[in-house]
């Protein structure tokens, strides 16, 4: 028997407290992100645990004295709930074998699995030679910057995992280069607003502009929404014409999974219309993205067998009166030059007239597959699952790239499972959920017990 099967005792204990915790509703960037920290360190310390607060943005609890540093990361904060769940997304909900509830993946399953795992040992008198913290932060889904603020205070581990992605264990994350572009004012004549987005991290699934425009023009442009991908719907109102768009939401690491309602929606529009009617901003979105994901028309598509695609999300569009503005989130292969990458967007943005500012760059990550919390993980996943588990690369960014080159993304999702991160009926199988749990307190037990 695996040490990572005692976790199972605790099974009602942690449906429990994920009800709990699922509805605290702590959207990236909100108060509410602070209650999520207080309930886990809280939560921690009826365990026996010590616990504390690193900062403002960050807790750990930890276990043990002495010996190597290891640690496993996991965020409470969330991407906002978006549309169309069949369920309430802040209440832990299980049907046909699955719990639904925005979190749950992403990533506060694993987040209460990691703490479980730390309850296990202890109760279970495992004497470890090492000391073993279970990190959380709040601000992973904007940026990480919860991890910089707490590596300053506190050492970065000496070996780590991060349970914020799939399985098996991913040795290769993409580079993530966040934009927000802009221009001096909105110059548009027929379009006078825009807006759709929450999240630069997230395909947008909804999206709407208002026109100035004549009964001629409404018309046509409706008559052209049938060609289009995408769904649109057309109404009148005092301000003019709005047209809604609907498309599908999906992890921006990912948009070809999705349908940008936003990009849809801009394509729509400039098909009709003279790009100039629409302004600057629509009109560089237009030209220079249109509904591609691969930045094929900014001159940046690119591939490497390491990891894949380069990949190009517009997250959000906001335009009124006297601002225009827009974000985008590129995910680079880990071979590729972000600073180039940046370079090339920047000069097609100047010749258009519009402004450049970095949101965020967090350079790629690429692991030795024969370091040593590779091959921890891997024993332990083999002594689960009864095979050994692939390596992979992302285009999503986990907490893996702020470790220093000793740490890695494992689980908890595995491959083939829906999870819905991002996008509505974020879910995890409850069965799947489980046998994470067993796989994640074998790898925290061997990180606790080796010399």
């Not at 709990?20 to 999520?36: R, V």
């Not at 073993?132 to 300053?152: L, N, P």
């Not at 991908?229 to 498309?247: A, K, Q």
């Not at 503005?325 to 967007?345: F, H, N, Q, S």
Request: aromatic share 8%; hydrophobic share 35%; proline share 3%.
């Amino acid at each position: 028997m695996s040490f990572g099967e005692k976790i199972m005792q605790y099974k009602e204990d942690m449906i429990a407290d994920l009800t709990e915790l699922i509805a605290i509703k702590s959207i990236s960037g909100t108060d509410a992100c602070n209650d999520a920290l207080d309930w886990m360190v809280k939560k921690a310390e009826s365990f026996g645990l010590k616990a504390e607060k690193v900062g403002d943005l960050a807790c750990h609890v930890e276990l043990g004295e002495g010996g190597k540093l290891c640690g496993v990361l996991s965020h409470l904060d969330v991407v906002p709930e978006g549309n169309n769940w069949n369920s309430l997304p802040f209440e832990l909900s299980v049907g046909d074998g699955y719990m639904y509830g925005r979190g749950i993946a992403d990533d506060k399953g694993a987040a209460l699995v990691n703490l479980y795992c730390l309850r296990a040992l202890k109760e279970s008198g495992v004497i470890g030679k090492n000391t073993v913290r279970a990190i959380f932060g709040i601000d992973e889904e904007r940026g990480m910057h919860d991890m910089e603020e707490y590596f300053s205070l506190q050492p970065i581990p000496d070996m780590s995992f991060t349970p914020d992605s799939e399985y098996g264990i991913c040795k290769s994350e993409k580079g993530i280069l966040q934009l927000e572009l802009y221009a001096d004012t909105h110059d548009g004549t027929t379009l006078t607003q825009l807006h759709s987005g929450k999240a630069v991290n997230a395909v947008p699934d909804t999206a709407y502009a208002l026109l100035d425009c004549t009964e001629n023009e409404d018309h046509q442009l409706a008559r052209l929404a049938d060609a289009k991908e995408g769904s649109f719907e057309f109404y009148y109102t005092i301000d003019g014409m709005m047209v809604l768009s609907r498309g599908t939401a999906a992890h921006g690491s990912t948009p070809e999974k999705g349908l940008n309602a936003a990009t849809a929606l801009i394509d729509l529009l400039c098909s009709n219309f003279a790009l100039p009617t629409m302004g600057t901003i629509p009109a560089f979105i237009s030209h220079y993205i249109d509904t591609d994901t691969d930045g094929v028309m900014l001159g940046i598509k690119m591939r490497d067998k390491e990891s894949g695609p380069l990949t190009v999300n517009v997250g959000t569009v906001h335009i009124d009166e006297g601002y225009a503005t827009c974000t985008m989130d590129i995910r680079y292969p880990v071979t590729a030059d972000g600073g180039e990458i940046l370079w090339k967007i920047s000069e097609v943005a100047k010749r258009e007239g519009i402004h450049v500012k970095v949101l965020d760059h967090n350079p790629p990550l690429n692991m030795d597959e024969n370091s040593e919390i590779v091959k921890l993980l891997s024993e332990s996943y083999e002594a689960v699952m009864g095979e050994k588990p692939r390596l992979y690369s992302t285009g999503g960014g986990t907490y893996a790239r702020k470790l220093g080159g000793k740490g890695v993304a494992f689980g908890p999702v595995f491959e083939g499972e829906e999870s819905n991160m991002h996008n509505a009926n974020e879910c995890l199988s409850v069965e799947k959920f489980f046998k994470h749990a067993q796989i994640c307190c074998e790898a925290i037990y061997n990180l606790y017990t080796r010399g």
